[in-house]
C-alpha cells in the first residue's frame, strides 16, 4: 500500500513539472520556434492524465487558441477555437467561479467571430459582454477580461454600443492592475490614435518597447512590440 501511495506521489510530482516546464515553454515560445508544439503536446498529456486540473484547463485552452491564431486556414482556425471553447466551458462546468474559464470562453467566442465575420453581430455581443462580465465579477482586476472589453468598446460601431471613452477605461483599469501587460498598452495607444492625441499613444508605445519583464513575454516580443514599432512610425510626424 505504502509503495502504491508512493508511486502515486511520484506520478503527481512529475506530472506537476511536466505542465510547469511546458507552461514556460509556452509562455517563452519567443525563445524556440518548437516550443509552441512541444508546450502542446506536454499540455495534452498532463490534461489527459488530470483531466479535472483547472490550471492545466486553462493552459490548454490556451494552447488552442495560439494555435488557431497560426493556422493557415480558415477550417483549421475555427476547429482550434472551437476546441478552446469547448475545454473552458469545461473548465466552466467543473467550477462556475473560476474567472479563467468565462474569459477564454469569450476569447475563443469572439476568435470564433472575427473568423466568420461576425463578431458585430448582436447576438455575439452580447455573448461576449456576458462573459468577460462574469470574469470581472469574479475577479474585477482580470487583465485579459478588462483588454477584451476595452477592445469590444474601441472595435464595435457606435450603433451596437461602441465607446471610446468606456474603452480607454478599460484599458487604463487594466495598465492600473497589470503595468506589464504589454497588449494593454497597445490597445489603449490604439485608443490614442483614433482619438488623434499623438503625444499619449506615443508614451503609452514608448512605454511598452521599455518593458523589460512583461507579463506574457512570448506575447509581448513575437505581437505586441513588432506592432507598437509599426505603429511608432506610422504616427511619428503626428
Known sequence: MKRLLLLAAIATLAGAQTADRAEYMFFNRHL????????????GAAHAANPTDEHLLYLWGRSHLQKGDLARTKGEKLSYY?????IAETLIALNDRNDEGHCWWGVAQGRIGQTRGVLNSLFMVSGLKRAFGRALELNPTHPTALDAMG??????????????????????RGIQNAPNYALLRLDLAKVYIKEKRWVAARAQLDSLLATSEPKYPADAELDDKPEARELLERIKDK
Open 32 to 43: 524556440n520556434p518548437t516550443w509552441l508544439d512541444s508546450a502542446y503536446n506536454m499540455l
Open 82 to 86: 472551437a476546441r478552446a471553447k469547448a
Open 151 to 172: 477592445v469590444l468598446y474601441y472595435e464595435l460601431p457606435g450603433f451596437v454600443g461602441g465607446d471610446l471613452a468606456k474603452s480607454e477605461d478599460y484599458f487604463q
